[in-house]
């Protein structure tokens, strides 16, 4: 069978020129198919240029974010570096007051807040491992801070006590000067001649001089006590009372609470007395102990308002 030709015939515009092309099935098939591979190595092309071209600016794009995002960690650091040199102001700080507050410092153990080694880089932080060093600090210090809170919460209930423990402990002269006459502890009794244990001390001062509350606390006896005369006792808590004898008046009521450095009464020489005097006793645990060891403050250095009330 004979094989199929097409002609292809180019006129010129005024008709005067012709070309004729004669091709055959074959070489039909062979330029279609030229052209199709043409084509579609053209859209190939023209898809990687692209995708290069898409490629070079999400690149570009990535790159200027990783560069903030660095600049942003090194901030970070910065600051976090910043953090820590003031959370070891305040571990400075906390051990001054726990030795001030009279709490053991923080064992080194209970310091180290659970953290330990570096920080364990996970695949995504592979390229980044500045970021992961700086969460690890953070999550570092804020155990830290979390620690120092509590240690400082204890520290203030610590103090609490302890200001509430010195308020109720006898620590003043009861009286603002004057002298002893007569210590604690084994002497002559002055009307017996006899040698009997002295449960206080015996502080001379003139009739009518104010005598002040050793510390807070609640009377608990005001009246006329055998050889004590006129007599005051405050109950001071925490296992502390006070006594106060021969007295020639007393300003305040059973059942009271007074204030360290308050007024009750003043000196005379009620009961069995030489003449004006305060017998003062300091009892803890009901057991009579030497006055003069909590003489820590005179009563004439508290403020005024404190010895008027």
């Given amino acids: 069978m004979p094989q199929r030709k097409f002609k292809l015939i180019y006129l010129s515009h005024d008709l005067t020129k012709k070309v004729e092309l004669t091709l055959t099935h074959r070489k039909v098939r062979a330029a279609l198919l030229g052209l199709a591979v043409c084509f579609l190595i053209t859209n190939v092309v ?20 990783n560069h903030k995002l660095r600049a942003q960690i090194t901030e970070l650091e910065t600051r976090v570096a910043g953090i820590n040199k003031d959370v070891s102001l305040l571990a400075q700080t906390d051990k001054l007051l726990r030795m001030m507050a009279d709490l053991p410092p923080l064992d080194a153990d209970v310091q180290k807040v659970g953290i330990g080694g570096a920080p364990n880089l996970a695949p995504a932080d592979a390229e980044l491992p500045e970021l992961a060093t700086a969460v690890w600090s953070l999550d570092r210090v804020e155990r830290e801070i979390d620690l120092q809170r509590a240690s400082f ?15 109720h402990t006898p620590t003043i002269r009861p009286l603002a000067g004057g002298y002893i006459s007569s210590g604690f502890g084994m002497r002559r009794d002055p009307f017996t001649k006899r040698v009997e244990p002295h449960a206080g001390v015996d502080i001379v001062q003139p009739r009518g001089t104010p005598i002040m509350a050793a510390a807070e606390g609640q009377i608990i006896y005001v ?24 007295l020639n008046d007393w300003s305040v009521r059973q059942g009271q609470y007074v204030s360290k450095g308050q007024v009750i009464g003043s000196v005379g020489s009620t009961g069995r007395a030489t003449g004006s005097h305060l017998h003062y006793e300091v009892r803890v645990n009901g057991r009579p102990v030497d006055p003069t060891d909590y003489f820590f403050e005179d009563a004439a250095t508290l403020p005024p308002t404190a010895q008027k009330q």
């Fill in 153 to 167: 919460e204890e520290i203030h209930h610590k103090l609490t006590v302890n200001a509430e423990l010195l308020n």
């Fill in 46 to 65: 023209a898809g990687l240029v692209a995708s290069f071209l898409i490629n070079s600016r999400e690149n570009e794009a990535l790159h200027q974010e």
């Fill in 223 to 246: 009246g006329r006590y055998y050889s004590y005369g006129k007599f005051v006792v405050i109950d001071h808590g925490f296992g502390y009372q006070t006594a106060y004898g021969h």
